[in-house]
């Protein structure tokens, strides 16, 4: 299930990704879940993609957060307890800290505006399912909320919470410790401010011309699905 | 605070938008101040309890990132927004509070602005006015602000006035048409008072205004259907029958639509049809460029949904006065560059980034004469199945259906507005103008739109003239009769007649078959997209507006449409300097080059381009910043859905300075730059469509209206020679500020060509970063010494008209269709169009872009100012690998030369520049890597 609010806007891209991926990805409306909770129970996975809900205009995917705390807070803790993977893609990553899911918070980038750049993110041994033995990924970033804040980053290293970090010079916002992406105790609830998703083909690359091809995103998006399968 | 409580909220850390703002400060002239604090604020009308506070704080404040207090500050400044400017933030509290179980209360948002340093109260004063708050849509205090909450239970007064136009003489007339801001002529007011005269009655307010939108230049084009004739008597073709004369002589078979609806069409690939538009929104976004430019994305992406295609890009070209012009020397009335240049990319971001589609090409431009007459261009394109886009039109019994957002006073009479020169007072009287876009409801419309295919008979955006505009236009020739009484609000209190003429932003109206009307509601709900039944369609040709049961407006639609005269102008046609010209003096060309390079009009965009998300959709296979550092520029972009094997390109072709020399060869030049733009990224020649977007002076001046014929003939004469057809185009006229001083500030003559393209395989792509050290590089097209309107004469202080602009040149479509072949071979390693700064900065872009090192020991002219830095058109310089010059030479045709290689040393070196590359790069980002 890629679960799109009003004003996501890289469903589609997820879809495509999960596809490729191997799965039968569908994408669901928030206020179809809400009406039914129980279409959670007929799905192995769920992302919640990125864009702008509610124009972000209380703070990056709050008004979401409430709307699936006070929706379907239960369903979504029974879905994760269960293990089924869940991706928390940009505003997806916000939407999650902002239910508890996961920990920390994601503030105004350093710059103090939106920016559009590639990244080379790391996956450092952790519990997450979706970066297990996972190889440098390149991908890009389009956010003006994505410094991660955390008041104990090296504690969190340390219980194998930290997915994902921006390669040594590329963090783009100065998140705390290169933080680029954060899982739940569980290791399956995965959220990262990057977009694996818009490199899934060689060509999407910046420098596919000069044959510098490599660092798919689509491999993240595999481990995902292998797993929502193989559980 | 009677009876109403408020919360301010604070980053615990700093909050990145104070250095920003202290850096404008100080470039506003207000060096007292050292620091900017900044905090939101959230006002509600009524007395919270302590639970009801602790809620609302756990909603709105992030321990970790915030901090929020109920307590009313001391001092500072603070702003909010002036009453029935639409406040998305508050209505989002609201929703928030609904969320959680507490009951509806007003709410209203505003900022808060703490300056430190040794700031007094005229300091405070200059802060606010000259940054910290747009007085066309926000208000501010020293101190606390008393909030402004939005009236939820006004009435409106349904009265209609007539205006009696029937016995007034010509200076009565005249005055009628200032007093209500109709800018119409004294012959179109002739023709409504005649009008009305047979009629045997006198208009009503509704009417009158619904005239003057329909009959706006910038709904009409008056200017460009005019007849015209130069002083000597000789008559001119109407302007739009010459580019309509173009594109049909063209006969161009990938062609579907062109000057008709809301976008041109075309079909490149078996299946399939692309819209394109581009728009302007000069008028609005140079007195709120946040707004201005952001609804002038939203409006052209609605264009393209007008036109019953799926938008997948956004395109935009911004022209600004310099960034450090003096803040003293401003004209009174107008906003300084640099906060017009922050606000309207902050505008274009905004909506783009939002409505989740690619920014992709563009361009910015600085010159003093863009000063106080700022230019925002913003294109999309569209796809769509072949055939879905052709709509039988409205039919008898068909329902007037609007959707998307609801109706305010937004933007009430922008389309006369946009066609009237700006005075010191038109921020004051234009502020009902400006509209405010809501990016998510258009997004919620996109969606929708595509699951509406076939249950609608014609569609059309709500843009200038809001329904006035889109009903009238649709009702054309069928009749319509619609009641105000029915249009969702966003505020209860509006008249009929703002009911009809706002411009309240991303509303379409569509003509709905009754048997189908049930489906697409049932679709919009789920969607969430308000959809509403207005009236009919009715078939007896006349346009009724009413409010319940009092008819507003009543209407031939005849009249509407056709009884405007056709308006009768003179035009002076320039007479450029052409022919041969001495070289000009090059005693440094390695200073000229870095000055070149650092030039704000060539040097990187990339500050610009990081704002935009053009990687949404992951479509972009050539995107505008590509190479080694991801820091070069790309000609064009081409975009390519992931699973498909074709893409489009896009390119942009614009010069002003040229514009100003010579505006025939202007035309040329810029239909030109766009073509290779396209062909270089690997582009099919064949399959070039154009879009024309002029940005002129008041074109009632004949030698303005001279320059305006002469680019037109230039743009007809570059499409005959390309065999790229016009399929669409906007002209946006009376871009002239008359300053305090009585002086006329009028734009640069400024066309825009959007030249959209097709690409037989995306994954054949090329771009202009060198690729390695050995390679040779290859000049193709002819050089001559034309300096007039070129950037080595801006960077020289040379007069513009210091020589020819550069002429066209015959031999160009035969050698773009055979660079186009070698492209295709995948053998060509780089490809760079030579544009402004010639041979010299073609070739350092190109080595800055791959971070290698480039020879330049072959000039193309015996000159080497004119070998350097002369811009003649159609030329390229490839980049192909030793063993493939001969066939690559013997591929592309006689002009090709050898001219140099790629090398390893990190150095540029041509006749008289030998650099390290490290300096070209300073130079081009101003060292911001």
Redesign the interface.
Known sequence: MVLAA??T??D??VA?ALDLAGADSRIT?L??LLATPALLDDVQLLVVAG??S??D???AG??WS??LT?GVGDALQRFVAAGHPVLGICNGFQVLTGTHLLP??L????????????VRLEAPTSRCVWTEGLDPVEC?I?HGEGRY???DAAGLAGAGQVALRYAPGHNPNGSAADIAGVCDPSGVVLGLMP?P?????A??H??????RAGGLGLALFERGVRYAKEH | MGGGARLTIR?V?A???S??LLADAHALGVHSVTAIDVADVVFFAEELPPAAQAAIEA??V?P??QQGSWEVPVGGVETALLPGVTD??A???Q??MA??GLPHVGVATGARFEPHGDVNAADRAALAHRLLANDVIERWADGPIEPHFVDEHATADHSVDHVDVRDLDDEALQALSRERGLSLDLAELHAVAAHFRTAGRAPTDVELETLAQTWSEHCSHKTFRARITTPDGTEVTPLLRQLRAATDAINAPFLRSAFVGNAGIVSFSEGRTLAVKAETHNHPSAIEPFGGANTGVGGVIRDVMGAAHHPIAVTDILCFGPTDTDPEGLPDGVLHPRLVERGVI?GV?DYG????LPTVAGAVLYDPGYTANPLVYAGCIGVAREGDWELPGPQPGDLVVVLGGRTGRDGLRGATFSSATMDATTGDVAGASVQIG???TE??LIDVLQECIGLYTAITDCGAGGLSSAVGEMAEGVGADVDMALAPLKYPGLRPWEIWLSEAQERMVMAVPPEQWGTLDERCR???VEATVLGTFTGDGLLRVRAGDLTVLELDTHFLHDGRPQRSMVAELPSPPRGAAEPPACPDPAATLLALLAHPNIASKERV??????????T????P????A?DGHADGVVL?E??ERHGVALGIGVNPWYGIVDPEHMAHAVVDEAIRNVVAVGADPAKVALLDNFSWGDPRRPSTLGELVAAVQGCCDAAAAHAAPFVSGKDSLNNEYLGSDGQRHAVPPTLVITAMAHVPD??Q???P?L?GAGNLLVLLGRTHTEFGGSHFALVHDLPLECGPVPAPDPDAPARYRALHAALATGRVRACHDLSEGGLAVASAEMAIAGRLGVRIDTLPHADIATGLFAESNSRFLCEVAPGDVDWFLGAVGGTALVVGRVTGDGRLTMPGVDLPLEAAVTAFTGGHR
């Open positions: 009003p004003g806007n890289r589609h891209d495509f409306l206020a179809e864009g702008f509610y124009a205009a209380l703070g709050r008004m409430l709307a006070h920390g918070s503030a105004h980038n350093e710059s103090g505006h939106f920016q559009c750049e590639w890009p389009a804040v955390h008041p977009h998703e818009n490199h899934v083909i060509r999407q910046p420098r596919h011309t000069r044959g | 980053t850390a909050d990145p938008r250095a920003g909603v709105l992030d970790l990132l998305p933030a209505t989002a509290v929703l928030a969320t959680i902050e971001a980034n939002k409505i989740g809501d990016p998510i997004k919620l789920r969607r969430g381009v990081r704002r935009y998300d053009h990687e949404i959709r992951g972009s296979v050539v995107r910043l590509v190479g080694a991801h390519a992931p699973a995306a994954d792509v090329v771009t970063d690729k």
